[in-house]
T-cell receptor, first 111, second 113 residues
């Protein structure tokens, strides 16, 4: 049983570009959450998707958007990248929210 | 959700019990205590959670004080692979809550050989 898988594992972009990160949830899970983790800090909640809709959102600007597909997989899109967007982006899946299972993340570097 | 306070770092000898404290003095009645850990270069891993009673699973034990204002995560026989950042998180909304997890800075546990 595959756990949460994220792609790509590493990504380098330049300021102003756009990026799309992908996540496949653990089998049987219907809820996907995205977190941003800056170096040396704990993960910060971006948003959560359930039934293809954004259910909750953290304190992130509209440049951060997402999508959930009918198969429960999800994408995180970030527009107009800033240097400060450099971070580890974590995807977590769950079944009705009790225990979150995290992927290994996508390390995004913005130059 | 209630705020948690954890020591920045702790050391533990391999094979000994690791006891990681967490203060959550403003916790309310329907808020659960969750513990996750993050090994370097990996995503956080769920360990255990509880409401008021002590809990035990194959990874750890969770001891919650009677007033619920603090808790302790116990790793009974720490190994080098338990070296990680441990996060204590308080989350409301019930056992099946969809509320997000609010991570603090956690405790860096280093298991020494």
């Amino acid at each position: 049983d595959a756990g949460v898988t994220q792609s790509p594992t590493h990504l380098i972009k330049t300021r102003g570009q756009q990026v799309t990160l992908r996540c496949s949830p653990k089998s049987g899970h219907d809820t996907v959450s995205w977190y941003q983790q800056a170096l040396g800090q704990g993960p910060q909640f971006i948003f959560q998707y359930y039934e293809e809709e954004e259910r909750q959102r953290g304190n992130f600007p509209d440049r951060f958007s997402g999508h959930q597909f009918p198969n429960y997989s999800s994408e995180l899109n970030v527009n107009a990248l800033l240097l400060g967007d450099s971070a580890l982006y974590l995807c977590a899946s769950s079944l009705q929210g009790e225990k979150l299972f995290f992927g290994s993340g996508t390390q995004l570097s913005v130059l | 959700d209630a705020k948690t306070t954890q020591p920045t770092s702790m050391d533990c000898a391999e094979g000994r019990a690791a006891n990681l404290p967490c203060n959550h003095s403003t916790i309310s009645g329907n808020e659960y205590v969750y513990w996750y850990r993050q090994i370097h270069s990996q995503g956080p891993q769920y360990i255990i959670h509880g409401l008021k009673n002590n809990e035990t699973n194959e990874m750890a034990s969770l001891i919650i004080t009677e007033d619920r204002k603090s808790s302790t995560l116990i790793l009974p026989h720490a190994t080098l692979r338990d070296t990680a950042v441990y996060y204590c998180i308080v989350r409301g909304g019930g056992a099946g809550s969809a509320r997000q997890l609010t991570f603090g800075s956690g405790t860096q546990l280093t298991v020494l050989p």
